[in-house]
């Protein structure tokens, strides 16, 4: 799903969200390189952060869908 965060990009998570909330996107400088709405709460991200989609299942109790962030749902900046 090219476009979308997956796991296997996501290196920090900052802060506290939960499923639906809108977060932001930043690059390894920090800056800001999109938003969107996140498909997982903040600690079912820091589980699998770092990983292969495919290692999801195994990892979190609920699975909806392989990406952090679908690319439907983020607006790049």
């Not at 990983?51 to 952090?68: H, K, N, P, W």
């Amino acid at each position: 799903s090219s476009g979308s965060l997956l796991p296997a990009g996501v290196k920090a998570v900052k802060g506290n969200f939960a499923r639906g909330d809108s977060v932001e996107v930043r690059s390894d400088k920090g800056e800001r390189i999109a938003c969107g709405i996140v498909n997982y709460d903040a600690q079912d991200v820091r589980k699998v952060m770092g990983r292969q989609s495919s290692e999801m299942a195994r990892l979190l109790a609920d699975v909806f869908g392989d990406e952090i962030v679908h690319r439907n749902n983020m607006v790049v900046l």
